[in-house]
Protein backbone atom coordinates (compact mmCIF):
# COMPACT_ATOMS: atom_id res chain seq x y z
CA UNK A 1 0.00 0.00 0.00
CA UNK A 2 1.76 2.92 -0.98
CA UNK A 3 -1.37 4.98 -2.08
CA UNK A 4 -0.21 7.48 0.84
CA UNK A 5 3.06 8.21 -0.53
CA UNK A 6 1.23 9.01 -3.58
CA UNK A 7 -1.28 10.88 -1.95
CA UNK A 8 1.73 12.93 -0.53
CA UNK A 9 3.20 13.29 -4.06
CA UNK A 10 0.14 14.77 -5.38
CA UNK A 11 0.03 17.58 -2.38
CA UNK A 12 3.52 18.29 -1.93
CA UNK A 13 3.40 19.00 -6.12
CA UNK A 14 -0.16 20.89 -5.51
CA UNK A 15 1.24 22.63 -2.44
CA UNK A 16 4.34 23.73 -4.40
CA UNK A 17 2.54 25.04 -7.56
CA UNK A 18 0.11 27.00 -5.22
CA UNK A 19 2.83 28.99 -3.51
CA UNK A 20 4.56 29.74 -6.77
CA UNK A 21 1.40 31.20 -7.86
CA UNK A 22 1.11 32.85 -4.67
CA UNK A 23 -2.40 33.84 -3.12
CA UNK A 24 -3.74 30.91 -2.91
CA UNK A 25 -6.44 30.57 -0.29
CA UNK A 26 -7.81 26.78 -0.68
CA UNK A 27 -7.03 24.39 -3.68
CA UNK A 28 -10.94 22.67 -4.60
CA UNK A 29 -10.05 19.75 -6.72
CA UNK A 30 -7.15 17.67 -8.01
CA UNK A 31 -7.74 16.03 -11.15
CA UNK A 32 -5.35 13.46 -11.68
CA UNK A 33 -4.78 10.07 -14.69
CA UNK A 34 -4.51 7.29 -13.58
CA UNK A 35 -3.51 4.69 -15.96
CA UNK A 36 -4.38 0.81 -15.82
CA UNK A 37 -0.84 -0.45 -15.60
CA UNK A 38 0.52 2.27 -12.61
CA UNK A 39 -0.23 0.28 -10.09
CA UNK A 40 -2.07 2.64 -7.87
CA UNK A 41 -5.33 2.12 -6.96
CA UNK A 42 -7.58 4.84 -7.06
CA UNK A 43 -10.23 3.99 -4.32
CA UNK A 44 -6.96 4.06 -1.75
CA UNK A 45 -5.43 6.50 -3.16
CA UNK A 46 -8.70 9.19 -2.45
CA UNK A 47 -8.54 7.57 0.78
CA UNK A 48 -5.15 8.31 2.34
CA UNK A 49 -5.41 11.98 -0.12
CA UNK A 50 -8.12 12.79 2.00
CA UNK A 51 -6.42 12.27 5.66
CA UNK A 52 -3.09 13.87 3.99
CA UNK A 53 -4.53 17.06 2.98
CA UNK A 54 -5.89 17.64 6.31
CA UNK A 55 -4.31 20.62 7.69
CA UNK A 56 -2.83 21.96 4.52
CA UNK A 57 -4.05 24.18 1.95
CA UNK A 58 -5.42 21.79 -0.01
CA UNK A 59 -7.46 20.29 2.95
CA UNK A 60 -11.43 18.91 1.80
CA UNK A 61 -10.50 19.27 -1.93
CA UNK A 62 -11.71 16.43 -3.84
CA UNK A 63 -9.44 14.16 -6.20
CA UNK A 64 -11.36 13.49 -9.46
CA UNK A 65 -9.35 10.63 -10.93
CA UNK A 66 -9.17 9.55 -14.39
CA UNK A 67 -8.74 6.13 -15.71
CA UNK A 68 -6.70 5.39 -18.48
CA UNK A 69 -7.17 1.97 -20.24
CA UNK A 70 -3.83 -0.03 -21.29
CA UNK A 71 -3.46 -0.12 -24.98
CA UNK A 72 -0.86 -1.45 -27.25
CA UNK A 73 0.54 -1.32 -30.35
CA UNK A 74 2.52 -4.56 -32.08
CA UNK A 75 5.54 -2.67 -34.03
CA UNK A 76 5.53 -5.35 -36.67
CA UNK A 77 1.92 -6.25 -37.58
CA UNK A 78 0.44 -3.25 -36.45
CA UNK A 79 -2.43 -4.55 -34.31
CA UNK A 80 -3.87 -2.73 -31.75
CA UNK A 81 -5.72 -4.18 -29.07
CA UNK A 82 -6.55 -2.97 -25.08
CA UNK A 83 -3.96 -4.69 -22.73
CA UNK A 84 -6.30 -5.80 -20.42
CA UNK A 85 -5.86 -7.17 -16.41
CA UNK A 86 -3.42 -8.95 -16.04
CA UNK A 87 -2.03 -7.58 -19.17
CA UNK A 88 -1.51 -9.08 -22.03
CA UNK A 89 1.47 -7.46 -23.93
CA UNK A 90 2.79 -9.45 -26.61
CA UNK A 91 0.84 -9.36 -30.13
CA UNK A 92 -2.30 -11.51 -30.02
CA UNK A 93 -2.18 -11.59 -33.72
CA UNK A 94 0.85 -12.30 -34.73
CA UNK A 95 3.12 -13.16 -31.45
CA UNK A 96 5.37 -10.33 -31.31
CA UNK A 97 7.45 -9.22 -28.54
CA UNK A 98 7.77 -5.76 -29.92
CA UNK A 99 5.07 -3.97 -28.50
CA UNK A 100 4.77 -0.29 -28.28
CA UNK A 101 2.85 0.34 -25.31
CA UNK A 102 0.59 3.39 -25.88
CA UNK A 103 -0.81 4.09 -22.58
CA UNK A 104 -1.83 2.86 -19.20
CA UNK A 105 1.16 3.93 -17.19
CA UNK A 106 -0.15 7.62 -16.61
CA UNK A 107 0.43 8.19 -12.89
CA UNK A 108 -0.22 12.43 -13.66
CA UNK A 109 -1.39 15.64 -12.02
CA UNK A 110 -3.34 16.96 -15.04
CA UNK A 111 -5.09 19.93 -13.12
CA UNK A 112 -6.14 21.51 -9.86
CA UNK A 113 -9.18 24.52 -9.17
CA UNK A 114 -8.48 26.26 -6.65
CA UNK A 115 -9.30 29.90 -4.63
CA UNK A 116 -7.22 33.31 -5.74
CA UNK A 117 -7.17 35.65 -2.52
CA UNK A 118 -8.82 38.51 -2.47
CA UNK A 119 -6.63 40.86 -4.38
CA UNK A 120 -8.32 39.03 -7.06
CA UNK A 121 -12.20 40.25 -5.52
CA UNK A 122 -14.01 42.97 -6.38
CA UNK A 123 -12.59 45.79 -4.38
CA UNK A 124 -15.81 48.18 -4.55
CA UNK A 125 -19.61 48.07 -5.35
CA UNK A 126 -19.99 48.28 -8.59
CA UNK A 127 -21.95 51.22 -9.59
CA UNK A 128 -25.91 51.14 -11.17
CA UNK A 129 -23.93 51.46 -14.85
CA UNK A 130 -22.17 48.22 -14.46
CA UNK A 131 -24.78 45.89 -13.22
CA UNK B 1 -11.64 33.62 -7.63
CA UNK B 2 -11.57 30.12 -8.84
CA UNK B 3 -9.21 29.13 -11.54
CA UNK B 4 -8.01 25.73 -12.98
CA UNK B 5 -4.90 25.50 -13.72
CA UNK B 6 -3.01 23.19 -15.94
CA UNK B 7 -0.25 21.48 -13.98
CA UNK B 8 0.71 18.46 -16.49
CA UNK B 9 2.76 17.24 -13.86
CA UNK B 10 4.23 13.06 -12.80
CA UNK B 11 3.05 12.28 -9.74
CA UNK B 12 6.75 10.69 -9.10
CA UNK B 13 8.44 13.25 -10.72
CA UNK B 14 10.21 13.67 -7.75
CA UNK B 15 11.39 10.82 -7.49
CA UNK B 16 12.10 10.31 -10.73
CA UNK B 17 14.52 13.30 -11.03
CA UNK B 18 16.23 11.88 -7.86
CA UNK B 19 16.73 8.49 -9.39
CA UNK B 20 18.07 10.48 -12.73
CA UNK B 21 20.61 12.50 -10.53
CA UNK B 22 21.85 10.01 -8.40
CA UNK B 23 22.08 6.98 -10.85
CA UNK B 24 24.49 10.06 -13.10
CA UNK B 25 26.09 10.71 -9.97
CA UNK B 26 26.78 7.13 -9.28
CA UNK B 27 27.46 6.26 -12.96
CA UNK B 28 30.17 9.11 -12.73
CA UNK B 29 31.82 7.78 -10.03
CA UNK B 30 31.76 4.14 -11.49
CA UNK B 31 28.86 2.29 -9.51
CA UNK B 32 26.03 0.40 -11.01
CA UNK B 33 23.15 0.07 -8.83
CA UNK B 34 20.89 -3.68 -8.74
CA UNK B 35 17.64 -2.93 -8.02
CA UNK B 36 16.12 -6.85 -6.18
CA UNK B 37 12.59 -6.93 -5.86
CA UNK B 38 10.50 -9.93 -4.56
CA UNK B 39 8.04 -11.17 -2.03
CA UNK B 40 9.19 -11.58 1.70
CA UNK B 41 10.40 -15.20 1.72
CA UNK B 42 11.08 -15.56 -1.96
CA UNK B 43 15.12 -16.04 -1.09
CA UNK B 44 16.18 -12.86 -2.09
CA UNK B 45 19.20 -12.78 0.70
CA UNK B 46 20.24 -16.16 0.50
CA UNK B 47 20.94 -16.07 -3.39
CA UNK B 48 22.41 -12.70 -2.65
CA UNK B 49 24.73 -14.26 -0.33
CA UNK B 50 26.18 -16.74 -2.67
CA UNK B 51 26.98 -13.82 -5.05
CA UNK B 52 28.64 -11.81 -2.92
CA UNK B 53 30.64 -14.43 -1.90
CA UNK B 54 31.33 -15.01 -5.32
CA UNK B 55 31.73 -11.32 -6.40
CA UNK B 56 34.57 -11.01 -3.29
CA UNK B 57 36.11 -14.36 -4.67
CA UNK B 58 36.91 -12.65 -8.14
CA UNK B 59 37.65 -9.62 -6.48
CA UNK B 60 34.55 -7.40 -8.03
CA UNK B 61 34.32 -4.70 -5.44
CA UNK B 62 30.38 -4.64 -4.39
CA UNK B 63 27.99 -3.80 -1.83
CA UNK B 64 24.81 -4.44 -0.43
CA UNK B 65 22.18 -2.62 1.00
CA UNK B 66 19.24 -3.76 2.12
CA UNK B 67 15.93 -2.73 3.67
CA UNK B 68 13.21 -4.40 6.00
CA UNK B 69 11.05 -3.08 7.87
CA UNK B 70 12.35 -4.19 11.26
CA UNK B 71 15.52 -6.37 12.26
CA UNK B 72 18.92 -6.34 11.39
CA UNK B 73 19.15 -10.10 10.18
CA UNK B 74 19.52 -9.30 7.15
CA UNK B 75 22.38 -7.20 7.01
CA UNK B 76 23.71 -10.38 9.43
CA UNK B 77 23.62 -12.55 6.49
CA UNK B 78 24.83 -10.81 3.93
CA UNK B 79 27.71 -9.29 6.04
CA UNK B 80 29.22 -13.06 6.16
CA UNK B 81 30.20 -12.58 3.06
CA UNK B 82 32.80 -10.17 3.75
CA UNK B 83 31.64 -7.30 1.56
CA UNK B 84 30.39 -3.84 2.75
CA UNK B 85 26.44 -4.65 4.00
CA UNK B 86 24.41 -1.80 5.39
CA UNK B 87 21.06 -2.15 7.05
CA UNK B 88 17.96 0.00 6.31
CA UNK B 89 15.01 -0.28 8.49
CA UNK B 90 12.02 1.23 7.07
CA UNK B 91 9.96 2.02 10.39
CA UNK B 92 7.26 0.66 8.02
CA UNK B 93 6.93 2.03 5.12
CA UNK B 94 6.48 -0.35 2.28
CA UNK B 95 9.12 1.26 -0.33
CA UNK B 96 12.34 2.87 -0.64
CA UNK B 97 12.52 5.78 -2.79
CA UNK B 98 15.61 7.41 -4.35
CA UNK B 99 15.80 10.17 -1.78
CA UNK B 100 16.15 7.75 1.47
CA UNK B 101 18.70 5.38 -0.74
CA UNK B 102 21.04 8.64 -1.80
CA UNK B 103 21.13 9.30 1.96
CA UNK B 104 21.90 6.54 2.95
CA UNK B 105 24.91 6.02 0.29
CA UNK B 106 25.80 9.51 1.89
CA UNK B 107 29.26 8.71 3.60
CA UNK B 108 29.04 5.19 3.39
CA UNK B 109 29.10 4.04 0.04
CA UNK B 110 32.89 2.71 0.09
CA UNK B 111 35.14 4.59 -2.97
CA UNK B 112 35.35 2.19 -5.93
CA UNK B 113 32.68 0.20 -5.48
CA UNK B 114 31.51 -1.55 -8.95
CA UNK B 115 28.56 -2.53 -7.91
CA UNK B 116 25.72 -1.77 -5.20
CA UNK B 117 22.77 -4.43 -4.71
CA UNK B 118 19.96 -3.00 -2.90
CA UNK B 119 18.09 -5.39 -1.48
CA UNK B 120 14.32 -3.61 -1.73
CA UNK B 121 11.12 -4.43 1.02
CA UNK B 122 9.98 -8.03 0.47
CA UNK B 123 7.16 -6.51 -1.19
CA UNK B 124 5.74 -6.64 -4.74
CA UNK B 125 3.56 -3.97 -5.13
CA UNK B 126 4.96 -0.75 -4.01
CA UNK B 127 8.49 -0.54 -5.06
CA UNK B 128 7.47 -1.44 -8.57
CA UNK B 129 6.56 1.92 -8.46
CA UNK B 130 9.95 3.63 -7.68
CA UNK B 131 12.92 3.88 -9.56
CA UNK B 132 15.84 4.16 -7.10
CA UNK B 133 18.31 4.73 -10.01
CA UNK B 134 19.45 1.49 -10.60
CA UNK B 135 20.79 0.65 -13.75
CA UNK B 136 19.36 -3.05 -13.30
CA UNK B 137 15.79 -3.84 -12.42
CA UNK B 138 15.70 -7.93 -10.90
CA UNK B 139 12.29 -9.32 -10.05
CA UNK B 140 12.97 -13.08 -7.88
CA UNK B 141 10.27 -15.50 -7.49
CA UNK B 142 10.57 -18.77 -5.63
CA UNK B 143 8.75 -21.92 -6.79
CA UNK B 144 6.48 -22.21 -4.61
CA UNK B 145 4.84 -19.31 -5.25
CA UNK B 146 2.97 -20.36 -7.84
CA UNK B 147 3.82 -20.10 -11.66
CA UNK B 148 0.73 -17.11 -11.81
CA UNK B 149 2.78 -14.43 -9.95
CA UNK B 150 3.96 -12.89 -12.99
CA UNK B 151 0.17 -12.10 -13.89
CA UNK B 152 -0.63 -11.32 -10.36
CA UNK B 153 2.06 -8.89 -9.99
CA UNK B 154 1.83 -7.24 -13.51
CA UNK B 155 3.75 -3.71 -12.38
CA UNK B 156 6.56 -5.49 -10.95
CA UNK B 157 7.28 -8.25 -13.30
CA UNK B 158 6.36 -6.03 -16.34
CA UNK B 159 9.35 -3.45 -15.63
CA UNK B 160 12.27 -6.21 -15.11
CA UNK B 161 15.30 -6.17 -16.77
CA UNK B 162 15.73 -9.88 -15.35
CA UNK B 163 13.57 -12.80 -13.40
CA UNK B 164 15.31 -14.90 -11.53
CA UNK B 165 13.77 -18.36 -10.21
CA UNK B 166 14.85 -19.19 -6.80
CA UNK B 167 14.95 -22.75 -4.56
CA UNK B 168 14.42 -24.55 -7.73
CA UNK B 169 16.05 -27.52 -5.96
CA UNK B 170 12.61 -28.15 -4.40
CA UNK B 171 10.34 -27.65 -7.93
CA UNK B 172 9.97 -30.85 -8.03
CA UNK B 173 8.28 -31.39 -4.53
CA UNK B 174 6.48 -28.30 -5.28
CA UNK B 175 5.45 -29.56 -8.76
CA UNK B 176 6.67 -26.00 -9.91
CA UNK B 177 5.44 -25.75 -13.76
CA UNK B 178 8.64 -23.86 -15.45
CA UNK B 179 6.93 -23.99 -19.10
CA UNK B 180 3.74 -22.06 -17.34
CA UNK B 181 5.43 -19.68 -15.26
CA UNK B 182 7.73 -18.86 -18.70
CA UNK B 183 4.73 -17.96 -20.70
CA UNK B 184 3.05 -16.14 -17.66
CA UNK B 185 6.55 -13.59 -17.73
CA UNK B 186 6.06 -13.55 -21.38
CA UNK B 187 2.91 -11.91 -21.63
CA UNK B 188 3.41 -9.03 -19.16
CA UNK B 189 7.37 -8.73 -20.30
CA UNK B 190 7.92 -10.13 -24.07
CA UNK B 191 11.65 -11.05 -24.32
CA UNK B 192 13.02 -10.90 -20.78
CA UNK B 193 15.40 -13.19 -19.74
CA UNK B 194 14.40 -15.98 -17.00
CA UNK B 195 17.24 -17.37 -14.53
CA UNK B 196 16.38 -20.76 -12.59
CA UNK B 197 18.75 -20.73 -9.33
CA UNK B 198 19.26 -22.59 -6.60
CA UNK B 199 21.27 -20.89 -3.99
CA UNK B 200 20.77 -24.13 -1.47
CA UNK B 201 22.40 -25.89 -4.14
CA UNK B 202 24.61 -23.94 -6.17
CA UNK B 203 22.67 -23.87 -9.23
CA UNK B 204 23.24 -20.41 -11.66
CA UNK B 205 24.61 -19.00 -8.77
CA UNK B 206 26.96 -16.54 -10.85
CA UNK B 207 24.71 -15.52 -13.18
CA UNK B 208 23.12 -12.64 -11.72
CA UNK B 209 26.67 -11.39 -10.68
CA UNK B 210 27.39 -11.76 -14.52
CA UNK B 211 24.41 -9.77 -16.06
CA UNK B 212 25.36 -7.37 -13.27
CA UNK B 213 28.34 -6.82 -14.28
CA UNK B 214 27.47 -6.80 -18.05
CA UNK B 215 25.52 -3.98 -17.33
CA UNK B 216 28.10 -2.05 -15.42
CA UNK B 217 29.94 -2.42 -18.69
CA UNK B 218 27.43 -0.91 -20.69
CA UNK B 219 26.33 -4.08 -22.48
CA UNK B 220 22.55 -3.31 -23.84
CA UNK B 221 19.76 -4.33 -21.28
CA UNK B 222 16.51 -5.63 -22.02
CA UNK B 223 13.69 -2.91 -23.07
CA UNK B 224 10.77 -3.88 -20.82
CA UNK B 225 7.25 -3.22 -23.19
CA UNK B 226 5.83 -1.25 -19.75
CA UNK B 227 8.94 1.09 -19.44
CA UNK B 228 8.45 1.81 -23.60
CA UNK B 229 6.16 4.60 -23.13
CA UNK B 230 4.98 8.17 -24.57
CA UNK B 231 6.98 10.29 -22.61
CA UNK B 232 4.00 12.15 -20.79
CA UNK B 233 6.64 13.93 -17.99
CA UNK B 234 8.57 15.75 -21.17
CA UNK B 235 5.35 17.83 -21.49
CA UNK B 236 5.52 20.38 -18.11
CA UNK B 237 3.81 23.67 -18.39
CA UNK B 238 1.90 25.66 -16.65
CA UNK B 239 -0.59 28.33 -17.63
CA UNK B 240 -3.78 29.72 -16.30
CA UNK B 241 -7.10 29.91 -17.54
CA UNK B 242 -10.03 30.84 -15.61
CA UNK B 243 -13.51 28.74 -15.04
CA UNK B 244 -15.50 28.94 -17.52
CA UNK B 245 -18.89 27.99 -15.69
CA UNK B 246 -19.40 28.76 -11.96
CA UNK B 247 -16.52 31.34 -11.07
CA UNK B 248 -19.07 33.60 -9.41
CA UNK B 249 -21.27 30.15 -7.62
CA UNK B 250 -17.72 28.90 -6.16
CA UNK B 251 -16.40 32.57 -5.11
CA UNK B 252 -19.67 33.42 -2.96
CA UNK B 253 -19.33 29.73 -1.58
CA UNK B 254 -16.41 30.92 0.06
CA UNK B 255 -17.07 32.19 3.36
Known amino acids: ?131 | MCRVVDLQQAVLAKNDTTAHTLRAGLTASGTTVVNLLSSPGSGKTALLERELVLARQRSVPVAALTADLATENDAERLARSGVPVKQVLTDGLCHLEAEMLGRHLEGWLPDGTRLLFVENVGNLVCPASYDLGETLRVVLASVTEGEDKPLKYPTAFGLAHLVVVTKTDIAEAVEFDEGAFRANVERVNPGVEVLLTSARRDRGVGALLDRALAAADGSPLHSPVMARRPDVSAHSHQHTHEHPHGTGAMAQSRS
Open chain 1, 1 to 131: MHEMSIALAVIGQVEEAAEQAGDITAVRSVRIQVGELAGVVPDALSFCFELACAGTVLEGAELVTDSVPGRARCAPCAHEWAVGMPPRLSCPRCGGATTDLLSGRELQIVSVRWEDGPTHALTREPIPEER
